[in-house]
């Protein structure tokens, strides 16, 4: 669902590229599973998150979208990285262009009930890692799901790779 912020702008540009900020959670529970959510737009499985709302701290969009996608209450407990470049660009079906710096927190349910919104949010389960791979799921995902399950303690940023001109 398109907030009014972005129903704004778009009026304004189309379908023309936008940089977004977006803010993401982490849920595993006491099995070690991780919690994703399934988007309407083309069934991709993702974190539970979305956009970062004009003047909203990062770590409260990120608590809000959990709690509209999935019904949970969440505590976070830390930063499990930054991630943007090629593999955050998206197409939307309704040729909407959008370029995301995801920030992605780790947290734990503190209340609330797991239950899909039913609008922007099919469905919503925990996976064991092994079958994360077999789910249509953004090509971010790549990039965020061997720190979620191999690097627990570390924040993770891409390397960068900018250089001056000429150099």
Known sequence: MMSDYISDIRRKVGNDLLVMPSAAVAIR?????????????QGMWVLPGGLIEP??????AAMREV??????LVRLTRIIGVYGGPD???????????????TVFSGEPVGGELRPD???????RYFERSEIANLPH?????LVLPVIFDMPETTYFQPGSWRPPGS
């Open 118 to 124: 039913g609008v922007e949010i099919l469905d919503v």
């Open 29 to 41: 529970d006491d099995k070690g599973r991780l919690l994703l959510a399934k988007h309407h737009n």
């Open 138 to 142: 953004r090509e971010w995902m790549k």
């Open 55 to 60: 003047e909203e701290q990062p770590a409260d």
């Open 88 to 102: 955050l660009l998206v197409k939307y079906e309704n040729g909407d262009r959008a370029a995301y710096i995801g």
């Open 67 to 72: 709690w509209e996608e999935t019904g949970l």
